[in-house]
């Protein structure tokens, strides 16, 4: 079987973590979040966990220097030897070219990039759109998944709220910052044949099955 070393970018609010979720069942691969490694780094209880779990404790953001230590950490492991699917890594350029650079090392290069485009005020309308139920933490949305009863948990029948990071100043403040820090990531991947940009503004369903078309052609 054709091996998949996948790179997944978009917004917050693109709807790649889902989509990754499709993917990494179909084919048996692991999908990769930034968060999910730095849970393990600190779960491991090694050298490298401990250092990232102090400047979390800390509540700084963890240097690129360590990143790329918890993703080389990540990539050597034996379930990455079929391929895998990273998502929200990297963020920045330097974070590419190093990233870039393990995989070279590890001579287990990118064989297919997906950016999912997706413009703000859809962005905006997905995200301010999300409500979660704070007792059981069920998350649906106003648009297309509403509760049974108008905001109220189908499950606990409590009160649905809107998190803080979910509110229209936050989404439009977040969506300026990944323009501006990760979109010239985009443009460095884009010299890549196998760089596949894809509408991501579709329902689920809709941008899955375009994603598992561009996958079933990569060689």
Known sequence: MKKLNLLFFGP???????????????YNIPHISTGDMLREAVASGSELGKKV????????????????????????KEDVKKGFILDGFPRTLPQAEALEKILNELS?????????????????KRITSRRICPKCGKIYNTI????????????????????????????????????????????????????FTVDGSGTVEIVTKKVFNILEAIE
């Open 144 to 195: 297309t998944l509403k509760p049974k009863v108008d905001n109220k948990c189908d499950i606990c029948g409590v009160d649905l709220i809107q998190r803080d990071d979910d509110k229209e100043e936050v989404v439009r403040d977040r969506y300026k910052v990944y323009m501006e820090k990760t979109y010239p990531v985009i443009e460095f991947y884009k010299k890549y044949n196998h760089f």
């Open 53 to 76: 779990k102090s400047i979390l404790d800390s509540g700084q953001l963890v240097p690129d220097e360590i990143m790329l230590d918890v993703i080389k950490d990540r990539l050597i």
């Open 108 to 124: 287990n290069p990118i064989t297919g990039i997906i950016y999912f485009e997706v413009d703000e005020e859809t962005i905006v």
């Open 12 to 26: 917050p609010g693109a709807g790649k973590g889902t989509i990754a979720k499709e993917v990494s069942k179909h």
